[in-house]
């Protein structure tokens, strides 16, 4: 039972350009939303995060929005830029403590 | 600051072996947590300790799988008899609060 969803499995971009990632979940107890970073043969890297009380958050490059009603959340990377390729996890909790659920990611790869 | 240390970082082992890992949580995090993440997949949680006390094992394999937070510290998961549904990366993570730090994960393949 999937409770976080990220329907690309991969997205390419241009350098320069605005990368979109999608997220969308299913259970309405989840009130802390994160985004991590992972390239291949490390750990994730937490990213960026937003509460339930918000509906943006921003960090330099990366912002993060959230709309509740439709239980969908997005991260944008402005701009983009070739280091910025990895796989994207989107992740939840809130029904559980601090456990997270996680997407299955999304690859996105920036060109120069 | 030092991040979450995993060792080994990598395993092969028969199936039917045993297997351990081990995490040491970045210093002052209570909660430490263990994930499965198969090929494709985003991170499982296994199990989540707070201190030396188990918070949530509900998706472990009990029958094969077992963890331990002696201390409130490090910790070690274990695998015993693995199968080769077994292979794939173990992470740790550590957090204050809601935010989880992940170390650079054991990957495991059971042959």
């Known amino acids: 039972d999937q409770q976080v969803k990220q329907n690309s499995p991969s997205l390419s971009v241009q350098e320069g350009r605005i990368s979109i990632l999608n997220c969308d979940y299913t259970?309405?107890?989840?009130?802390?939303f994160l985004w991590y970073k992972k390239y291949p043969a490390e750990g994730p890297t937490f990213l960026i995060s937003?509460?339930?009380?918000?509906d943006k958050n921003e960090d330099g490059r990366f912002t993060v929005f959230l709309n509740k009603s439709a239980k969908h959340l997005s991260l944008h990377i402005v701009p983009s830029q070739p280091g910025d390729s990895a796989v994207y996890f989107c992740?939840?909790?809130?029904?559980?403590?601090?456990?997270?659920?996680f997407g299955k990611g999304t690859s996105l790869l920036v060109t120069p | 600051e030092a991040g979450v240390a995993q060792s080994p970082r990598y395993k092969i082992i028969e199936k039917r072996q045993s297997v351990a890992f081990w995490c040491n949580p970045i210093?002052?995090?209570?909660?430490l947590y263990w994930y499965q993440q198969i090929l494709g997949q985003g991170p499982k949680l296994l199990i989540q300790?707070?201190?030396?006390?188990?918070?949530?094992d509900s998706q472990l394999p009990k029958d094969r799988f077992s963890a331990e937070r002696l201390k409130g510290v490090d910790s070690t998961l274990k695998i015993q008899p693995a199968k080769l549904e077994d292979s794939a990366v173990y992470l740790c993570?550590?957090?204050?609060?809601?935010?989880?730090?992940f170390g650079p994960g054991t990957r495991l393949l059971v042959l």
């Open positions: 993570a550590s957090s204050l609060w809601e935010t989880q730090y």
């Open positions: 259970n309405s107890m989840f009130d802390y």
């Open positions: 937003i509460s339930s009380i918000k």
């Open positions: 992740a939840a909790s809130g029904n559980s403590g601090y456990a997270l659920n």
């Open positions: 210093s002052g995090h209570a909660t």
């Open positions: 300790f707070q201190n030396n006390g188990v918070v949530d």
